[in-house]
């Protein structure tokens, strides 16, 4: 597996600081050349592409030495000063004004692409840049116009500070896979799936019609005394829930095809990016409001960083008023009158259904994500078969019971008392086969039986089908 990678650089470096200087540099010739246009004729048609040089370069600057920013970040600013470069060219003759812009589309094409790791290499990018510094170092002392040299010597000094922060990047290695063309921001698209698998969620178009439900029981005197030993050791609050949430993040690491989801008829595969959906309701009583949070992992976390993750998350919200991110987006919702309504929410299913639902939406919302668990062993009632929702691409819903305790006959005639609880899984069929929900069920109850296992990281996380 090719795995994605990104440029970053660290903002101690000797060359970020010199680029940094440049962009200064750079900065105050783009300013100085701005304040020689003083009461001429139409200022402001002067002024427009000196002001969004000025930005470019300013904001070029505050990126390159944003602290663990990622290079790609700076393509915007990047953009920003070819705009204005061609905008300068916008007097030359036809052939010369389309050479140039073709050549600034190349530049900021491979700039964005390097910068984002879809280029293995950067040296063609530097090379490329000292071709265009020097002829504009060698007009600069042929000019004798102050607009032209200050405007030769802005860009002269913004070549040479994007050549210094190429040379100051090194590559990071990400977890992930690259993305691809008709990859959505929350998933990677599967493409290796077999025909008659593409082909089943246009036959079964809505999860009620893929939905599969089962009912099973986890073995818990083991967790039981995990969970003693876990509060002992100062994890106030650890529970089942905890453990639930750990096993299923662990299987994940070795099962990653019940972490897919289907979007507009299409499979996508989450690879490393687990988001867990939980109701918690404020107090015990009726009249409290209840709220969903939502948790984010991935498969190489521990039972105690899983812990963390949940408990961190659930202090920030179990407060007297509604305060996480979808109450927030909900309670905007509320103030839109019935019909239109309607349309809203049918017009963030026809961006969701075209990947086109903005990740910062998808990351609130309970209707996305690998799972949602709830616990009605706090409730005392057997644990539901819960629905899946129409909108949204939430592929598994899991609910468990109360504990419970039998008497289990054994073979040598000798009675032992068994300790489980009941959950239930209703599961979108269209995301993998029943054999492979049936394996990661069995990988996830084993996690539970003995959750000691979940104290390590896994050796190994396996990656999904391309």
């Not at 005197?221 to 662990?250: D, N, P, Q, S, T």
């Not at 996830?444 to 979940?454: G, I």
Request: aromatic share 12%; hydrophobic share 45%; with cysteine.
């Amino acid at each position: 597996m090719k795995k994605a990678f990104r440029y970053k650089s660290s903002p101690l470096s000797p060359f970020v600081i010199l680029a940094f200087l440049f962009c200064l540099a750079s900065f105050g010739a783009a300013v100085y050349r701005a304040s020689l246009f003083r009461g001429e004729e139409k200022l402001f048609l002067l002024l427009l592409p000196s002001i969004l040089e000025i930005l470019a370069v300013a904001l070029y600057g505050i990126l390159i030495l944003r602290k663990g920013g990622s290079a790609a970040l700076t393509s915007l600013p990047y953009l920003l000063f070819a705009v204005f470069v061609g905008i300068r060219l916008a007097g030359r003759p036809l052939p010369v004004l389309l050479c140039g812009i073709a050549v600034l589309f190349l530049y900021f094409l491979l700039y964005e692409k390097t910068l984002r790791g879809r280029l293995p290499w950067k040296i063609p990018l530097l090379l490329l840049h000292f071709v265009l510094l020097a002829p504009a170092l060698f007009f600069l002392f042929r000019v004798t116009g102050a607009v032209e040299r200050s405007e030769l010597l802005s860009a002269a000094a913004f070549l040479a500070a994007v050549i210094l922060y190429l040379s100051a990047l090194h590559k990071e290695e990400l977890s992930t896979r690259f993305r691809r063309r008709g990859d959505r921001a929350d998933g990677r698209r599967i493409r290796s799936k077999p025909p008659m698998d593409n082909i089943a969620p246009y036959i079964m178009v809505s999860k009620l019609g893929a939905a599969n439900q089962f009912r099973d029981e986890f073995e818990i005197a083991k967790a039981e005394k995990y969970i003693l030993e876990k509060r002992k050791a100062g994890m106030k609050g650890f529970g089942l829930m905890h453990v639930l949430i750990a096993a299923y993040v662990r299987m994940l690491s070795e099962k990653p095809a019940i972490n897919r989801f289907v979007a507009g008829q299409r499979l996508y595969a989450r690879d490393d990016e687990i988001e867990i959906n939980l109701t918690v309701k404020k107090e015990m009583t009726e009249s409290s409001p209840e709220t969903v949070v939502k948790f984010f992992f991935n498969p190489r976390m521990t039972a105690d960083e899983v812990y963390e993750v949940i408990r961190a998350e659930v202090d920030k919200n179990k407060t007297e008023v509604l305060d996480s991110g979808m109450d927030n987006a909900a309670a905007v919702l509320n103030y839109i009158p019935g019909l239109f309504l309607k349309f809203t929410v049918w017009f963030l299913k026809l961006l969701d259904y075209f990947g086109l639902l903005p990740r910062s939406l998808t990351r609130l919302s309970p209707f996305h994500g690998t799972m949602f668990i709830t616990s009605m062993g706090s409730l005392g009632v057997p644990p539901v078969q819960h629905h899946l929702y129409d909108f949204g691409n939430l592929p598994v819903f899991m609910a468990f019971g109360p504990k419970k305790k039998r008497n289990i006959l054994q073979s040598d005639g000798s009675v032992k008392e068994k300790r489980y609880c009941e959950f239930t899984v209703t599961m979108d069929d269209r995301i993998c086969d029943g054999f492979t929900y049936a394996q990661a069920f069995k990988v996830m109850k084993k996690y539970v039986s003995d959750p000691y296992l979940l104290d390590t990281p896994p050796e190994k996380v396996i990656y999904d089908i391309e």
